[in-house]
């Protein structure tokens, strides 16, 4: 990416030493790339096995599905590095990469989508839709923009965010289930529900799903704004 986070940064330090093994290797992007996403295909899927299997409290499978979903979005990250530093770069191997990034966001939100379905948490899965449609316009729009030769990639709900979010609040929703189970929090002398331990998953999901539409207008807002000053 040409522009790094901090946290990229930092990320990418600890990543080097793996990647430069990976080029020793003979390791290409390409299959790092498939890798990542047959890793969210395993999170979709245990994700699917915990909406079947696993009662609506036991949050087990959430917190596999989060920590498989991190560790793809590592490999995600390390496909465009290690173009970089083993000299591999590809006209060709940025579109595979970025057609796998879809199908690798798609199907895990599949998998989310499916779990939440089938616990009944039907607004948290409509949430979830919604930030599946925000990730495709944020990815859509830049891909859109650069092919009016805009450089366009403002907004903070980029997908390494989105992966992160996701894939931590979902991690850390099983740690608390492992350690403290099921916590419900209700109004007093009220079915109303305040906080229950799912929605260490779900309100971050709900953070992607509002954030990342807000980015892709934000993507909008600045094309229109550098093709104004094209045009003047």
């Known amino acids: 990416m ?3 986070s901090k946290a990229q ?3 990418y330090t600890i990543l080097n ?5 990976f080029i020793k290797l003979g390791v290409t992007p390409n299959m790092v790339t498939t890798f990542g996403l047959i890793l969210n295909i395993v999170a979709a899927v245990i994700f699917i096995v915990g909406a079947e299997i696993a009662e609506r409290d036991e949050l087990e499978y959430v917190g596999w599905g989060g920590f498989t979903i991190l560790i793809a979005g590592l490999f995600d990250m390390m496909d465009g590095r290690l173009a970089r530093l083993g000299n591999m770069s590809s006209t060709f191997g940025a579109l595979y990469d970025s057609v796998l990034d879809r199908y690798s966001e798609l199907v895990m939100f599949l998998g989310i989508c499916y779990y939440l379905i089938s616990h009944d948490y039907f607004l948290s899965s409509l949430f979830g839709f919604i930030a599946l449609v925000g990730s495709m316009m944020v990815s859509y729009t830049r891909a859109r ?3 009016l030769g805009i ?4 907004g903070m709900m980029q997908r390494p965010a989105r992966v992160v979010t996701i894939g ?3 991690m850390f929703c099983g740690i608390a289930y ?3 189970g099921n916590v419900s929090i ?6 109303i529900t305040l906080f229950e331990t799912i929605s260490i998953f779900t309100l971050p999901l709900t953070v992607v799903a509002i954030f990342s539409n807000i980015t892709a207008i934000q993507r909008l807002n600045h094309c229109k704004v550098e093709l104004n000053n094209k045009n003047d």
């Open 168 to 170: 931590a609040g979902a």
């Open 9 to 11: 940064k930092i990320i």
């Open 17 to 21: 030493p793996l990647i430069q093994i």
């Open 2 to 4: 040409a522009n790094e």
């Open 186 to 191: 209700h109004l007093e002398d009220s079915p």
């Open 151 to 154: 450089e366009c990639s403002v």
């Open 145 to 147: 923009a650069e092919g």
């Open 178 to 180: 492992s350690f403290f």
